[in-house]
């Protein structure tokens, strides 16, 4: 069991200030796990982002360098620098204000994102170690599955090694409220850019709990009907895409372009401004230790997390008590895990 201090959030007390905003381009950003199709795609939208100064790209696997190579013919944006194998993930990190993971092994058809944990959990202590001797003032931004336990692992991880701070670990789970969007969208054929929909609970087919309900500008209303179908659908996504790829691969554009809003927000914050992003943090308000919904952040970290102020339907009340029983499952599994790995060398 941890102690109480471990849902402290360090950040609003931390002496990292926000960036300066009189000098717009001053982050450094790494993306860890940038070889594979998530992150080459994320490294080319954050190359075009304009808070970024420095890109610095990791992998274990060598097309990281061909990767870097390449956007650096790009003749704006970002510095970008590429890192090959374990000696090179210090560096890669020592000084980014904004690290993000996009390290993992996809899921096969018939997987559920918990099946991941064995496999996705190495990279994560990996990190974590390093993070927490070289950057542990950095925020720390995870994508890899499964996010319902490989946040309270890292966190754990982090908290061993003395470098926890609630208020800078993410699980991005942006993905589930732009899926939300996008079809609740084509259902009331309305620009999805206007739309808000909170998406709850965890990421994963049994823990993902869209609030059509609560669908902003409020003067849309998504029938019960409607509700029921669009909710399958976001639960179902993840795994639709797995099927259309016949295997090969999980989603891996949409996923970029949501880790890059998500991103985008953060860093908007960073440098000053107040920001809502749907991610798995820290939460004790919905009677589990991690929880997903939107989460408002500021250039310390998190100011405020989802909270249970919500108006739900009945609908959605019984799906998030089913969800609320896999989140504590889930969140176990991964502490219980960290004790497995804590000290493992690599
Ligand atoms: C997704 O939601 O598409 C990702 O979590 C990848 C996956 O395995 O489903």
Not at 52 to 62: F, G, K, P, Q, S
Not at 211 to 237: E, M
Not at 316 to 322: A, P, S, T
């Amino acid at each position: 069991m941890l102690s109480r201090g471990y849902i402290a959030f360090r950040g609003l007390l931390s002496r990292t200030g926000c960036l300066n905003i009189e000098q717009k381009r001053n982050a450094q950003v790494s993306i860890v796990g940038a070889a594979n199709e998530i992150g080459s795609n994320l490294a080319i939208l954050l190359k075009q982002n304009k808070y970024i100064t420095r890109l610095n790209l990791y992998d274990d696997d060598e097309k990281v360098l061909r990767v870097g190579a390449e956007l650096s013919e790009i003749p704006k944006g970002p510095v970008v620098t590429s890192y090959n194998g374990n000696s090179f993930l210090p560096a890669s990190i020592r000084f980014s204000h904004l690290i993000i993971m996009v390290s993992r092994v996809p899921r096969r058809p018939g997987y559920t994102r918990d099946q991941m944990l064995e496999v996705n959990a190495p990279p994560v202590q990996k990190l974590c170690r390093t993070m927490a001797d070289v950057n542990p003032d950095a925020f720390l931004a995870i994508s890899t599955n499964p996010i319902n336990s490989i946040i309270p692992l890292a966190s754990s991880l982090l908290f061993r090694y003395s470098a926890y701070d609630a208020a800078k670990i993410f699980g991005i789970t942006h993905i589930d409220t732009c899926r939300a969007r996008a079809y609740a969208s084509k259902a009331l054929n309305v620009n999805p850019r206007h739309l808000h929909i909170p998406v709850i609970g965890g990421h994963s087919d049994k823990t993902i709990t869209p609030l059509f309900s609560n669908i902003t500008p409020s003067h849309y209303k998504v029938d019960p009907c409607q509700a029921d179908t669009l909710t399958r659908l976001v639960k179902k996504a993840g795994m639709e895409v797995i099927n259309n790829k016949l295997g090969i691969d999980s989603a891996t554009l949409a996923m970029a372009w949501s880790i890059n809003e998500f991103a985008d927000n953060i860093l908007q914050a960073m440098y000053g401004d107040y920001v809502v992003v749907n991610s798995y943090t820290s939460n004790p308000h919905y009677g589990t230790r991690f929880f997903s919904g939107p989460t408002r952040v500021g250039c310390y970290g998190i100011v405020e997390t989802c909270n249970s102020n919500f108006n739900m339907t009945e609908y959605e009340k019984h799906i998030l008590g089913n969800a609320i029983t896999d989140i504590n499952k889930d969140v176990a599994r991964g502490e219980e895990y960290a004790r497995v790995i804590a000290e493992v060398k690599h």
